[in-house]
């Protein structure tokens, strides 16, 4: 009997994210999925800053904007890893508030982790007022669904923002790698410094993304919330 409802739930699970999928391809360009897709943003050239001060170098410009634009500007450091961390950044983070609604006891710390980075990167590096005032609410949103949400409502909320931030990425790249747009993207700085094509550095990212997402799909069939 247990073992039945929990098979019923995974499928719900599976039911839920699925429909999580192609409600954002069908609403992608819309405001329903516009608070999401900023956060990804956000997350993305947070990523890139994080990746610069790791690897010795500093912060000189950071922003985002409501058009969904990001800048990360740096200096010295790791040119490859600052580049390749928005892409990984974002599905990477995607990934760990997803994993968070399964395992409760590690994932509040991880999700409160994030919430920290965000905050601290963003009010010491961002320049614009606004937007810095909007991602203070956003982790004051993932340090309450972290500690204070009841375990249902949190979990679909970081469901919901973990599967959309690992489906960005793939917007992202089409975007980057396929868009007739000439501005500079993440892929065609690594081409140039890996001295490899831009299509192909597109397709490995493509490849990672799926798999990303067919981990997280798997996952939430394979187990039951702790």
Known sequence: MVRTQNKNQNIIELVF?????????????????????????????????????????????????????????????????????GYLGSLLFGLIIFYSTYNKKIGKWLLFIIAILILITSVSLMQNFSLTLLAVLYSVLLFVSAFFLQVRIDSYILKLFGMLSCVYVLFDIKE???STNSAIS????????????????????????LAGIFLVMKLSYI????
Request: a negative charge; aromatic letters at 10%; charged letters at 15%.
């Open 17 to 85: 994210l699925s429909f999580i999928l192609i409600i954002s391809f069908l609403f992608w360009d819309t405001y329903l999925v516009y608070p999401i897709k900023l956060f990804v943003v956000l997350i993305h050239e947070i990523s890139h800053a994080i990746s610069a001060i790791l690897s010795g170098g500093k912060v000189i410009t950071f922003n985002i904007g409501f058009d969904l634009s990001g800048k990360c500007e740096t200096e010295n450091g790791n040119n490859i890893l600052i580049a390749a961390s």
């Open 176 to 178: 980057d790698v396929l």
């Open 223 to 226: 187990k039951k919330t702790k």
């Open 186 to 209: 993440d892929a065609s700085i690594l081409s140039d410094l890996i001295n490899v094509p831009t299509i192909v550095i597109g397709l490995i990212w493509l490849i990672i993304s």
